[in-house]
């Protein structure tokens, strides 16, 4: 039995390979770190995730692309259960996921040694341009279009680009 | 012990979600574009802190009374009346000017920031994990805020007239997050709450930090406004509710 429960999780991992984040959707939720844990046991798969933020209006979005996934592939027991801790951090994502966020246009995220410091008026990490590759660029806002982004700009290229900010 | 949980999960989680919804309030409407993100942006992460607590608060709510309808985050945030909701009275005034909801967001970030440090080592771990995912973001706000209270506090003449207005408007409303409530008092005896006591001084500190930076007086102590975590609320929480619950009050159960 033990056989064919490794092979349907190592199944379920292959499949939730093909569901990405909607707001970013060069990316699949392996790249982004966020899949803790899958079992199978008895027919029933458990797929634990975490957010990225407390917030992000994404995960709902999520768990439903995961359950369809899932659905469509014959397995007709699908919980789906969200963990807060450890609280997810830009560690977790894949190097093969930062590399297609640099050719979709966004900065992937720093290491973490440049995590939101408490320093005031600082610009605490340099972030290269993802178009110029330029490290000469400055941030225009903390905060983006969605909750995992800050806003910067190229002082070489002059194009403003999205963060992916270090978390 | 049960009870004292729910209790406790309902104020931390009725305070984000009335700072969400006024900060919310700026959607659209923020002096600069990158400003009004900024806002929304930290409006939707307390949205998110506030569902997390109200999942938690259901489910102990549910576990305790299994014959009774069910709880849900939902029937939490959108069908309880004003006198139960338990959220500091600082939370539910108007926005005011932009330096006002500014000043506002960083009393409240920064009593945050230090609450979710201690809260990360509750002994209950719900509680500890929400804090600890939530302190991350909590330190954006905070950092963010403190910039804004210096930027303006030490801008122009008129900036700083208008901080110094704002502070005049909301310091009498600060008192009341370190008075401890009955349910907090019992949620620290019970050991998984935090003592809002031991908060102050370090939110003192903070503050009186920031606000000289910024140019601006640390007022004098005064007599504080409570009466926010008994429920006994300002004539502004309904009109929030009025309009954050319309939808579910006047069409039970509509979904997207």
């Given at each position: 039995m033990s056989n064919?429960?490794?092979i349907s999780t190592r199944q379920v991992w292959e499949l939730l390979e093909a569901v990405t984040d909607p707001e970013v959707p060069v990316l699949t939720i392996l790249d982004l770190g966020i899949v803790r844990d899958v079992k199978v046991e008895?027919?029933?798969?458990?797929?634990?995730?975490t957010p990225t933020y407390s917030g992000c209006p994404a995960m709902d979005v999520i768990s439903m692309s995961i359950r369809m996934q899932l659905?469509?592939?014959g397995y007709k027991q699908v919980n789906i259960s969200q963990v807060l801790s450890p609280a997810w951090t830009t560690d977790w994502m894949s190097e093969a996921g930062k590399e297609k966020l640099r050719a979709y246009g966004i900065a992937p995220p720093n290491p973490t040694q440049s995590v939101c410091s408490m320093e005031l008026f600082a610009d605490d990490e340099a972030v290269q341009c993802p178009h110029c590759s330029s490290w000469n660029t400055r941030r225009i806002s903390e905060f983006g279009s969605t909750a995992c982004k800050s806003l910067f700009q190229c002082n070489d290229c002059h194009e403003p680009f999205d963060y992916f900010k270090c978390h | 012990m049960q009870q004292t949980l729910i209790n406790y999960s309902l104020y931390l989680a009725d305070n984000s979600l009335i700072l969400a919804q006024r900060n919310a309030e700026w959607c659209g409407h923020g002096p600069i574009l990158e400003q009004d993100i900024a806002l929304t942006n930290i409006s939707l992460d307390l949205l998110g802190q506030a569902r997390s607590f109200y999942q938690y608060a259901a489910?102990?709510?549910n576990t305790d009374n299994p014959s009774a309808?069910?709880?849900?985050?939902?029937s939490l945030a959108y069908l309880r009346d004003v006198y139960?909701?338990?959220?500091?009275?600082i939370t539910e005034l108007p926005n005011g000017d932009w330096g006002q909801t500014i000043l506002r967001q960083f009393f409240f970030s920064s009593w945050q920031f230090l609450l979710y440090q201690q809260m990360k080592l509750s002994s209950d771990q719900t509680l500890a994990a929400i804090a600890e995912k939530s302190l991350k973001e909590v330190t954006y706000h905070l950092r963010w805020s403190s910039e804004w209270v210096i930027r303006l506090g030490d801008g122009t003449e008129e900036s700083h007239n208008k901080m110094t207005k704002a502070l005049e408007e909301l310091w009498s409303f600060t008192g009341e997050i370190f008075e401890p409530a009955p349910f907090e008092k019992a949620a620290v005896e019970a050991g998984f709450g935090i003592d809002p006591v031991s908060l102050k001084d370090a939110w003192m500190q903070k503050v009186t930090e920031i606000l000289q930076e910024a140019t601006l007086t640390v007022p004098a102590p005064r007599w504080m406004q409570t009466g926010g975590k008994e429920g006994k609320h300002s004539?502004?929480?309904?009109?929030?509710?009025?309009e954050m619950q319309f939808l579910q009050r006047a069409y039970p159960n509509a979904t997207w």
């Open positions: 064919v429960t490794d008895n027919g029933t798969v458990t797929v634990v995730i659905l469509s592939h | 489910q102990l709510i309808t069910p709880a849900s985050e939902d139960n909701f338990r959220n500091c009275l004539e502004h929480l309904g009109f929030v509710l009025a």
